[in-house]
């Protein structure tokens, strides 16, 4: 058996997969978070119970009305980002100018609120949901045996976080919320309507958040405490990345991802501390992050 | 004079208590171009924020082509065909230049093209991709302006172009204002460089303690030449 630095190379891979399915999580929830935090200067904390929210939309959908995967990774974010439009528009949309203190305390009242409720209704215990028929089983790489869901999810995350960049750097209405992250009020007096553009990002990074949602789903099973449990380890990735840094949210995703697989191979006692390691490190030493615009 | 295009009458703003604007009265009419005079502080830039609407508290009139401006939001305000070229240029430096161009949106026809623009300011083109903010400071007022001429709006309101420009970059502001008023584009100028504003402008109006003290056609400048120096410290 091949071995690298000990380790047997098909439990070093089976890390690296488990390490790049959850850097795939992290890098679009704190994408969403970073184009919140970019635009709103709002720490979103409700950015977890808006994940678990996703994938409870998913759940009920299939639980209630028979709706299944594939259109529920069209609804749920439709359904979650309508509702954080509803949020921003009545109440994040008074805390813009004040202390973003107020931002934070909002935002973790409500991801307390709604994992409140949802954990009156159903308990701790998670609700499972199926893996789609099209994408059970596993394909053997010979090296490795890869579960197909997971392979899409890492997939579908580049798919999303590539077009979600493109979306903010290469096109006008990303050029808008630039402009606007800048100087907002510039940018409204050229024209465009700012409050609706806050409105839209605050919704964008809601939906980003249900469709991890909707994806961890049939990954990690559906649960209130889905959300509480990554955002932390989220917020690090934010912090790692540089706050509002698009790419750096990206790449500092999969990459703590990786590398807390590769800790969980090599050191398994450090493997829950490795990212809040890095992040008081890069803290240190470059405080506004390894992408952040004072870097 | 010809029909108003801009007009403020009474027009009071604030800065949350500080009361600035104490009753202005101007109108620019329908292709002229009018330079507000006025020491520093005297209210001349609250007045270009205030007709805009980036200075939300407002009393008096302030009426654009007969609509009244301050019922709009600030966004609706440049629909309404003004565009704003602000002291501090306003330049973006998470874009580019072709972006930083392109960002305000078309809001009537006959604005002018990409490359009407590039012709008038031949430097932006050769620097279209550097990032808005490596220009140098000219280069960052000529995009300043570029930018509102693409959006078809009838009237610009500069506030200070030529503030820490060389000379020679000055004559190049000088002369591409020179073709906008050929073209028939309606202006309202703050300018402290005296020298400048005379060569440009149809009208005058002088600021003191937030409101107009006079105003004068060019033909009377060299009149008042001598009641200005003393009035603007020249």
């Known amino acids: ?295 | 004079m010809a029909e108003p295009l801009l007009e403020l009458a009474g027009l009071n703003a604030w800065y949350g208590e500080s009361h600035v604007l104490h009753g202005v009265d101007l109108t620019v009419a329908r292709g002229e171009t009018v330079t507000l005079l006025g020491r520093n502080g005297v209210g001349k830039t609250t007045t270009l924020r205030a007709i805009m609407g980036i200075v939300r508290k407002r009393t008096g009139a302030v009426r654009f082509d007969g609509q009244d401006l301050l019922r709009l939001p600030l966004h609706r305000t440049a629909h309404a065909g003004l565009g704003f070229v602000p002291e501090e240029r306003g330049i973006f430096s998470t874009l580019d230049v072709m972006e930083n161009l392109l960002l305000p949106p078309v809001v009537a026809d006959g604005g002018m093209s990409i490359d009407e623009i590039f012709t008038l300011f031949p430097n932006l083109k050769e620097r279209r991709s550097s990032p808005g903010t490596k220009l140098s400071g000219g280069e960052q007022q000529m995009l300043a302006m570029a930018r509102m001429l693409r959006t078809g709006v009838r009237m610009l309101l500069l506030d200070e172009p030529t503030e820490g420009l060389a000379p020679v970059i000055i004559d190049r502001i000088g002369e591409a204002l020179t073709s906008l008023r050929a073209r028939g584009m309606t202006i309202l100028l703050v300018e402290q460089n005296f020298r400048f504003a005379s060569r440009l402008a149809d009208r005058f109006y002088v600021m003191e303690h937030g409101a107009i003290t006079t105003g004068f056609p060019v033909g009377e400048l060299e009149a008042r030449m001598p009641e200005l120096q003393e009035l603007l410290g020249v």
């Open chain 1, 1 to 295: 058996m091949v071995t690298v630095f000990g380790v047997p190379s098909q439990a070093l891979l089976g890390q690296l997969l488990v390490g790049l399915i959850n850097g795939s999580f992290y890098a679009m929830l704190s994408l969403g978070l970073a184009i919140i935090f970019g635009m709103l200067q709002i720490i979103n904390f409700a950015h977890g119970a808006l994940y678990m929210l996703g994938a409870f939309v998913g759940y009920l959908m299939l639980a209630n009305l028979g709706i299944s995967y594939w259109l529920a990774l069209i609804l749920a974010p439709l359904v979650v980002g309508l509702f954080g439009m509803i949020v921003e528009r009545v109440a994040l949309s008074r805390l813009y100018g004040v202390d973003p203190l107020y931002g934070l305390l909002f935002t973790f009242g409500l991801a307390l609120v709604v994992e409140g409720g949802f954990r009156y209704y159903f308990g701790v215990s998670g609700q499972p949901y199926p893996t789609p028929k099209a994408l059970a089983g596993g394909m053997n790489l010979g090296f490795m045996f890869l579960p197909v869901y997971r392979g899409w999810v890492v997939i579908a995350s580049v798919v999303v976080c590539g077009a979600t960049w493109f979306l903010i750097e290469r096109t006008k209405l990303g050029a808008y919320l630039r402009a606007a992250t800048e100087n907002a009020t510039l940018v409204q007096a050229f024209g465009v309507n700012v409050p609706l553009l806050l409105t839209f990002t605050y919704g964008l990074g809601c939906a980003l958040a249900a469709l991890a949602g909707i994806m961890a789903a049939p990954v990690y099973q559906v649960s209130p405490l889905m959300g509480s449990n990554i955002i932390i380890v989220v917020f690090a990735v934010v912090v790692v990345g540089g706050m509002g840094s698009i790419l750096g949210a990206i790449v500092t995703g999969y990459a703590l991802g990786l590398i807390e697989g590769l800790t969980k191979v090599f050191y398994p006692e450090a493997s829950n501390i490795v990212i809040f390691v890095i992040m008081a490190i890069v803290l240190l030493v470059r405080p506004a992050g390894l992408f952040g615009r004072d870097a």
